[in-house]
């Protein structure tokens, strides 16, 4: 079944920098790369996907952009807020279901 | 607005007891999902269903069953309740197609002691 590993598992930044999360996952047949962000005690939120015939997408601050060849796809935050501050999960599908990485907790300092 | 409701949001029950977790989703979504969330191990699937009647198991199935006997709700069912499934459960439900975005319910907190 897919692996899906997400890096790193915290992430602490000051407010107005940048962070990164980067997800690796194992099946080729995966097309599908969403991001989501789960704040504390709320529900997880679609925040940006791609799909695999594009390399970059872009809203606002947040961007995914994607490596099929080396099969991973990464999360960028610019210009950090406390708001910000949240778990944030990879979850690459290929069909109905998604496989949901094991997250990682973005701290935004003020 | 798409809703996704669960039947309770916090829920205590005793080793043994059968548990059914209850979710309603307002937006005739074809596909709907219950996944388990435990702190380090993020969202695991336990089931899912893309039609009435119709139930895929997931990566954690065991100790679970589901029936979804209307479009709108999927019931999460722990014919035996164990200590080991104490956790937070979350539903969630798409359209059927090329989209796949995901709707979570708020959750429900399981404990059983």
């Known amino acids: 079944g897919e692996n899906v590993e997400q890096h790193p598992s915290t992430l602490s930044v000051q407010e107005g920098d940048s962070a990164v999360i980067k997800c690796t996952y194992s099946?080729?047949?995966?097309?599908?790369f969403p991001w989501y962000k789960q704040e504390l005690g709320k529900r997880p939120q679609l925040i940006i996907d791609i799909r695999s015939n594009v390399g970059e997408k872009k809203d606002q601050r947040i961007a995914v952009t994607l490596n099929k060849t080396a099969k991973h796809f990464s999360l960028h935050i610019t210009e950090t807020q406390p708001e910000d501050s949240a778990v944030y999960f990879c979850a690459p599908g290929a069909g109905t279901a998604l496989i949901f990485g094991k997250g990682t907790t973005l701290s935004v300092s003020s | 607005d798409v809703k996704v409701t669960q039947s309770s949001r916090y829920l205590v029950k005793r080793t043994g007891e059968k548990v059914f977790l209850e979710c309603v989703q307002d937006m005739d979504h074809e596909n709907m999902f219950w996944y388990r969330q435990d702190p380090g191990l993020g969202l695991r699937l336990i089931y899912f269903?893309?039609?009435?009647?119709?139930?895929e198991k997931g990566d954690i199935p065991e100790g679970y069953s589901v029936s979804r006997e209307k479009k709108e709700r999927f019931s999460l069912i722990l014919e035996s309740a164990s200590t080991n499934q104490t956790s937070m459960y979350l539903c969630?439900?798409?359209?059927?197609?090329?989209?796949?975005?995901?709707?979570f319910g708020p959750g429900t907190r399981l404990t059983v002691t």
């Open positions: 269903s893309y039609d009435v009647k119709m139930k």
């Open positions: 969630a439900s798409s359209f059927l197609g090329e989209t796949y975005e995901q709707y």
């Open positions: 099946d080729s047949a995966s097309n599908y």
